[in-house]
């Protein structure tokens, strides 16, 4: 069975730093680009942001340009999503995505999820 799980994230105060990873399982995403994506509640699921699966190719919403850095380590079978300078807007549940070898920001694209992790910017 193919799955991705993600964790890392926690309760962290504004300006404040975290790292999110997502490990596949049942399959190696080295032929995946990998994406995240976060939910808050009352609002449509966004992309935040993507890398192919090569990791040659990066793309990032605006809100999150210069405070986020996707990067893949694919000998651990695994993609990180690091997050500085956290603001309140931030807070959301974030879920990795895979799909074929190029990015994508749009979530019906991607057709393999995890299950999410809860990323709470607050004072």
């Known amino acids: 069975q193919l799955s991705l799980v993600e964790s890392g994230g926690g309760l962290v105060q504004p300006g404040g730093s975290l790292r999110l990873s997502c490990a596949a399982s049942?399959?190696?995403?080295?032929?995946?680009?990998i994406g995240w994506f976060r939910q808050a509640p009352g609002k449509e699921r966004e992309g935040v942001s993507c890398?192919?699966?090569?990791?040659?190719?990066?793309n990032y919403a605006e809100s999150v340009k210069g405070r986020f850095t996707i990067s893949r380590n694919n000998a651990k079978n695994t993609v990180y999503l690091q997050m500085n300078s956290l603001k309140p807007e931030d807070t959301a549940v974030y879920y990795c995505?895979?799909?074929?070898?190029?990015?994508?920001?749009?979530?019906?694209?991607?057709?393999?999820w995890g299950q999410g992790t809860q990323v709470t910017v607050s004072s």
């Open positions: 049942g399959f190696t995403l080295n032929y995946n680009a």
């Open positions: 995505a895979a799909r074929g070898y190029y990015c994508s920001g749009v979530a019906t694209d991607f057709a393999s």
């Open positions: 890398i192919s699966s090569s990791g040659g190719s990066t």
